[in-house]
C-alpha cells in the first residue's frame, strides 16, 4: 500500500478507536449527574448506589477516551500537514476553543467530583458532576462544528497569494447548519449508547438475581432514555439526510444506489450492483419514496452519480468524484436497520417493565449482549457513511484527501506506527474491556468505595 492509504487506514483506525468510547462519555455523563441529583433531593441510598456504580464505568470509559482523542490531534500536523496548512485558520479555531475551554472544563470539575466528595460541600460537589457532564458535551459540539466544517464549508475566502483557506465570517463557521444537525444526532446518539449500556449491565444482574430492585430501577430509566434518545438520533439522521440532498448530493445518491437522476426517484431496499461497485446488475425499489425522504414531496428529482460525475468533473477537473458505493449503501442500511431495532427493543423494554416479575422473562438473557452490539454497531457505521461518503474530499469542494497528506511520509514511517497504534490501542481495550467487566459484575455494593479507586486500578491495568 502507498502513503496515502496507509495515511487513511491509519486515521480510520484511530479515529474509530476513538469514537467507540466518546458517546458512551457524552451519555453517561448525563446519567451520573442525574442519579446523583435524585440522591441530593431524597438523600435516599439507592440513589447514591446508582451515582457510585455508573460512575465507576464512566470514569473507566473518560480516561480511555482521552488518551485515544489526543493522539487524532498530533496526526493532523504528522500525517496531513497539507490539510493543516490550507485549512488550519479555520479549522484551528474550534479545536483551540474545545481545547481550551470545553476539555479543561470537563476535566477540571470531573476532578473535583472524584476527589472532593466529602471535602466539598455537597451542592458544589453535585454541580461538578453537573459542570462535567456539560463540558463533555461542548468539548464534542466544538469537535462537530470543526467536522460540520469540512463536510460543508461556510464562512471562508481562499487567500490568492498564499492559496490557503481563510475565516472571514466566524459566527458563520460555529452555526453551519450542517454541525448543528451532527450536534443533534451525535449527542442523542451519547445518550441512546449509555442507555443500552444500563439495560445491558442491569440485565445480565436481573438475569442472575442480584441486587434485583436496584437493577430494576436502572433497566427502567435506561428503557426510557433509550426510546427517548434513539428517536431523537432516527429524527436527526432524517434531517441530514435533507440538507445532504443540498449540500452533498454526491454522497445522498451514493448511500441510496442512485446511478442515474430520478424524478420521482425511488427507494432501495436491496440493491446488487458490479464488482466496480459503480453499475447496477439487480434491484428491490419503492417507487416515489426516495422523493418524500429527500423532499418530503413525491415528485421532485434526486441527481444520480452519474449525472453528478459529468458536474463535479467540469467544476473540478478530471477525477473521480463517485464514493466507494458499496460501502455507502450498506454501512447506511446498517446503520438504520440497528437504529430501528434499538427503537423497538426499548420500546419492549420500558412496555416489559410494567410486568411485575419481568426479570424472569426468557428474553431478558439475550439482552445483555445484543444491547452491547447493537449500538456500537450502529454507531461505527454511521462514522464510516459519513467520512467515506465524501470521499475524494476531504474538505467537501475544496481539498482532496490525496492532496491533504504529509509530502515527506514514507511508507515505512506509517507502517511502524500503524503497527504501533494497532498494539497500543489493543492492550488499551484489553485493559478497558477487563476493567468495564471488573465493575460492571462487582456490582452495586463493591462501587460505595470512593471513586479515585478506579485512578489506580486503570493505572495498573495499562502497566
Excluded at 466539598?120 to 463540558?135: D, F, R
Aim: aromatic share 16%.
Amino acid at each position: 500500500m502507498d502513503v496515502l492509504t496507509l495515511s487513511r487506514w491509519q486515521f480510520g483506525l484511530t479515529t474509530i478507536y476513538h469514537w467507540l468510547f466518546v458517546p458512551l462519555t457524552l451519555g453517561l455523563g448525563w446519567f451520573v449527574a442525574y442519579f446523583q441529583t435524585r440522591y441530593y433531593q431524597t438523600k435516599d441510598e439507592t440513589w447514591k448506589k446508582q451515582t457510585k456504580f455508573w460512575g465507576k464505568l464512566f470514569l473507566i470509559n473518560f480516561a480511555i477516551g482521552v488518551v485515544t482523542g489526543i493522539v487524532q490531534e498530533f496526526q493532523f500536523g504528522m500525517n496531513w500537514s497539507g490539510y493543516s496548512r490550507f485549512v488550519g485558520d479555520i479549522f484551528g479555531a474550534p479545536l483551540a476553543i474545545e481545547a481550551l475551554l470545553a476539555f479543561f472544563m470537563e476535566s477540571t470539575f470531573l476532578g473535583v467530583w472524584i476527589f472532593g466528595e466529602g471535602k466539598i460541600p455537597e451542592k458544589v460537589h453535585l454541580a461538578s458532576i453537573w459542570l462535567a457532564a456539560i463540558g463533555s458535551n461542548l468539548s464534542a459540539v466544538w469537535i462537530l462544528i470543526a467536522n460540520g466544517w469540512m463536510q460543508h464549508p461556510v464562512g471562508y475566502e481562499i487567500n490568492t497569494v498564499t492559496g490557503r483557506a481563510e475565516m472571514v465570517d466566524f459566527f458563520a463557521v460555529i452555526s453551519n447548519p450542517k454541525a448543528w444537525i451532527f450536534v443533534w444526532h451525535t449527542l442523542a446518539d451519547g445518550l441512546t449508547m449509555a442507555a443500552f449500556l444500563i439495560l445491558a449491565v442491569s440485565a445480565w444482574h436481573l438475569v442472575r438475581k442480584q441486587n434485583v430492585a436496584f437493577f430494576k430501577r436502572s433497566f427502567h430509566i435506561g428503557a426510557l432514555v433509550g426510546l427517548i434518545a434513539s428517536t431523537f438520533v432516527f429524527l436527526g439522521g432524517h434531517e441530514m439526510g435533507q440538507y445532504m440532498y443540498e449540500a452533498q448530493p454526491m454522497k445522498l445518491a451514493a448511500l441510496e444506489a442512485v446511478w442515474e437522476t430520478e424524478q420521482p426517484a425511488s427507494f432501495s431496499l436491496l440493491t446488487i450492483g458490479d464488482l466496480t461497485g459503480k453499475q447496477e446488475i439487480w434491484s428491490i425499489r419503492i417507487p416515489y419514496a426516495m422523493s418524500f425522504l429527500a423532499c418530503n414531496n413525491f415528485d421532485c428529482e434526486v441527481k444520480g452519480v452519474n449525472q453528478l460525475q459529468e458536474e463535479y468533473t467540469a467544476q473540478y477537473g478530471p477525477g473521480d468524484y463517485i464514493p466507494l458505493m458499496v460501502v455507502t449503501y450498506w454501512a447506511f442500511r446498517v446503520m438504520m436497520a440497528f437504529g430501528f431495532i434499538m427503537m423497538g427493543a426499548s420500546a419492549w423494554f420500558l412496555y416489559a417493565t410494567r410486568q411485575k416479575n419481568y426479570e424472569n422473562a426468557k428474553w431478558m438473557k439475550l439482552v445483555p449482549f445484543g444491547a452491547l452490539i447493537l449500538p456500537y454497531s450502529a454507531n461505527a457505521s454511521g462514522w464510516i457513511l459519513t467520512e467515506m461518503g465524501r470521499q475524494p474530499w476531504i474538505v467537501y469542494g475544496l481539498l482532496k484527501v490525496q492532496d491533504a497528506v504529509s509530502p515527506n511520509l514514507t511508507a515505512l514511517d506509517l507502517w511502524i506506527s500503524l503497527i504501533g497504534y494497532t498494539a497500543v490501542y489493543g492492550s488499551l481495550a484489553v485493559a478497558m474491556v477487563k476493567l468495564m467487566l471488573k465493575y460492571a459484575k462487582a456490582g452495586p455494593d463493591a462501587a460505595m468505595h470512593e471513586s479515585v479507586d478506579v485512578a489506580p486500578a486503570l493505572v495498573g491495568a495499562q502497566d
